[in-house]
């Protein structure tokens, strides 16, 4: 058997090919397998959302993906006898440098992201499954089946399952997945699509349900996504069937045709009963699955690798205690609960043939919408909440702030916002970042002797604190702020490293 490796990640989805990008961002020995042949060739989802275009940006994913999607700002909501205009993103995104949707199919986020792997030397092992893994004193035992049937028995200190809703890891942890399936199928289609007024989202409210038409781009310029009408029950997927839907549930002259990809599927709304246990980590659809509505799934598991990977490799190499791994759970568990029951409103109140919820649909919402646009706190909450921008870990055990608690800014737990000078650019290596203000020009010299400079980079930002009362914020390597202080003393923050960085 071959020396034992740090970690093994299973599963090359998005959720695994982010994990991989930070594991290798730090150099820990890591291998991650595949067992399909194949990337995904399908669209699947199609939205990137604002938080994680952030986050990749550290890897210098964010501005090819940019460049290769369709940037969307606006939706039209088009209610039984109007059409909304709702410009989206335009509130609450003031301090992003991403302040819209991007629509990319899945399929070239994560070509992007292979390549990328590739370009640092890291190949996706493909045909490759995991087919039993058990903790063995300090290691996880695991054995994987090769393309040509040769089998493999290796060792890793943890295994991360980073392989989707059917997990092999989450059944060898012995962790539970709960929830229900809906009684609603859906139907996806990738095409074009006549007589619809490109660059926005589209979405037609019925009594009957919901119909969207989003902004691909490639592989054609729509995607189109339907409930399967009640009268359709096992119908094959066919041109035919999906203008039907059009021409029944949107009042314009919609024309299909060209269609790439046509497929249905069934819903579920499911949740890991633990993130981790012992060795085993569990990590994006593994861990969670819900209804498209908002478009958060792919989004919420390369947000969990990236919660993740950090805390991995910082712990591999020695440089945080093993308690660090705890965080995982209790930062990341709550974030995958909101999105389901998040999405799990949204979902019921556009599918849902309850007769309140019908007329809610047909009446109530052409009368409230105009209403809603006009209340931009409302609107910039929701968008906070889509863009997954307002995810923070306030409660969470690695967020601290000193003892003059400053009144604006961030709060530790939050991400660091950017500013107009683009701060976030740069926090964007591997590690801690220290970011100072004042006029004192505080240098690393202030921070306790043996500190770990290769995972601390030290800046000041200035003699004047983008938010006033924050002279010190120490950002963790997620970009979300660990330390918040104010005034001359540093010893909180000593503290904190003391206890998530310690002195070698
Ligand atoms: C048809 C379809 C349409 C979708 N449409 C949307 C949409 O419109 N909007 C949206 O937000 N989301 C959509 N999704 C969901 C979205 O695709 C997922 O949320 C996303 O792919 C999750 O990424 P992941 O990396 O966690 O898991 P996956 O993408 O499922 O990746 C898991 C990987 O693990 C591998 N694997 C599994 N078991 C093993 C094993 N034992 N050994 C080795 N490898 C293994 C699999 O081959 C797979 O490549 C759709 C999904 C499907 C299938």
Redesign the pocket.
């Known amino acids: 058997m071959t020396a034992p490796l740090d970690v093994l990640v ?7 090919l982010a994990l991989a990008l930070q594991l290798r961002s730090y150099g820990t020995q890591f291998r991650i ?4 042949l194949d990337r ?1 060739r ?1 669209s ?4 990137i959302q604002p938080r994680t275009l952030e986050m990749l940006s550290a890897f210098g994913v964010t501005d090819e993906l940019v460049d290769r999607g369709n940037a969307a700002v606006g939706l039209h909501l088009h209610l039984p006898r109007r059409v909304l205009h709702v410009p989206v993103f335009d509130v609450g995104c003031d301090d992003t440098p991403y302040p819209f949707l991007l629509f990319l199919p ?1 399929s070239e986020t994560e070509a992007t992201l292979t390549a990328h792997l590739a370009a640092r030397d890291v190949t996706v092992e493909r045909g ?4 039993h893994a058990e903790r063995e004193g300090e290691y996880v035992t695991c054995r994987l089946r090769h393309r040509d049937g040769a089998e493999e028995t290796m060792r890793a200190r943890y295994v991360v399952g ?7 890891v989450r059944s060898m942890a012995g962790i539970g997945f709960e929830g229900r399936a809906y009684p609603q199928t859906f139907l ?1 289609a990738d095409l074009e699509a006549d007589g619809i007024e490109p660059g926005a989202a589209h979405t037609y409210m019925t009594a009957a349900g919901l119909l969207f038409f989003f902004p691909l781009g490639t592989p054609a310029t729509w ?1 189109m ?1 339907a409930m399967r009408p009640p009268g359709a029950p096992g119908e094959e997927v066919t041109l035919d069937l999906l203008q039907r839907i059009a021409d029944d549930w949107s009042p314009d002259q919609v024309t299909l045709r060209d269609p790439v990809w046509m ?1 249905s ?1 069934r819903i579920h709304n499911r949740g890991a009963t633990h993130y981790r246990r012992g060795p085993f980590f569990l ?4 861990a969670h ?1 819900h209804s ?1 509505a908002g ?4 989004n919420t ?1 390369i947000q969990d690798a990236l919660n993740l990977g950090w805390k991995l490799a910082h712990v591999c190499r020695g440089a945080a205690p093993a308690e660090l791994l705890e965080t995982y759970e209790a930062e990341r568990a709550p974030v995958g609960h909101g999105v389901r029951r998040f999405t799990d409103r949204a979902f019921t109140a556009g599918t849902s043939s309850h007769p309140a919820l019908r007329l809610a649909r047909t009446h109530l919402a052409p009368l409230g919408a105009p209403l809603l646009l006009r209340a931009t706190g409302a609107r910039a909450r929701l968008f906070r909440t889509v863009s997954e921008l307002g995810i923070h870990y306030r409660r969470g055990p690695l967020s601290v702030t000193g003892p003059h608690r400053p009144h604006r800014g961030p709060r530790a737990g939050d991400r660091l916002p950017d500013t107009p000078a683009g701060l976030q650019r740069g926090v964007a290596g591997p590690g801690y970042h220290l970011l100072l203000t004042g006029p004192g020009r505080r240098q690393p010299e202030d921070m306790p002797p043996g500190v770990r400079r290769d995972l601390l980079s030290v800046r000041h930002i200035g003699p004047r604190s983008p938010w006033p009362g924050i002279t010190h914020a120490l950002v963790r390597p997620d970009g979300y702020v660990g330390y918040l202080g104010r005034g001359a003393d540093l010893a909180g923050l000593r503290a904190y490293l003391d206890r998530w960085l310690p002195a070698p």
């Open positions: 299973v599963g090359a989805g998005p959720t695994g397998v595949d067992r399909s995904a399908e699947r989802a199609p939205a899945q490759t499954e995991l087919l980073c392989d989707g809703a059917h997990s092999t996806l995607r996504i497929t599927f990590a994006g659809d593994a699955i498209p478009g958060q799934g792919m598991g």
